[in-house]
């Protein structure tokens, strides 16, 4: 049954990314610039592109060739990080918590018209089923 979840999780994943490339095309997002905006903006500080690279389970180097493009687009700022010479913060800029909340009102009222179909104690569930298996994972590898 496990396998089962995985398998579907990596054919949700897949549709997910899909369906959020669609969400904020018009906006010139894709869904993996939208998840380095969503990462910043759910933390309320500036990361590091590891922290950032940790909280959206992607590799280091996929985020920096990200965060390099989204800075060229004036989405994020590098600034100084004064626990670590080399390792700047990265912090989403005014357009890019423009670009965020535009996103977000796109994203809401899609999230609620699927979520009207499901039980709410269903949700609770899965949310409880992939917390424990990222951490199980999370600590695992």
């Known amino acids: 049954m496990l396998t089962e979840v995985f398998l ?43 922290e950032i690279a940790r909280t959206m389970g992607q590799s280091r180097q996929a985020v ?32 890019g918590q423009d670009i965020y909340k535009k996103v977000m009102d796109k994203q809401v009222p899609w999230a609620n018209t699927i979520a009207h179909e499901i039980k709410e104690a269903d949700l609770e569930s899965v949310v409880s089923t992939l917390k424990f298996l990222n951490r199980y994972l999370g600590h695992s590898s």
């Not at 579907?8 to 998840?35: P, Y």
């Not at 990200?66 to 005014?94: F, R």
């Open 8 to 50: 579907e999780t990596f054919k949700l994943n897949g549709l997910l990314i899909t369906a959020g490339d669609q969400l904020v095309k018009e906006l010139n997002l894709t869904s993996a610039r939208w998840k380095v905006l969503g990462a910043l903006s759910q933390s309320g500080n500036s990361m590091t592109v590891p």
């Open 64 to 95: 920096q060739r990200l965060a390099n493009e989204m800075t060229n687009d004036g989405l994020l700022e590098p600034v100084a990080n004064p626990n670590h010479q080399k390792a700047k913060l990265i912090c989403i800029t005014d357009k």
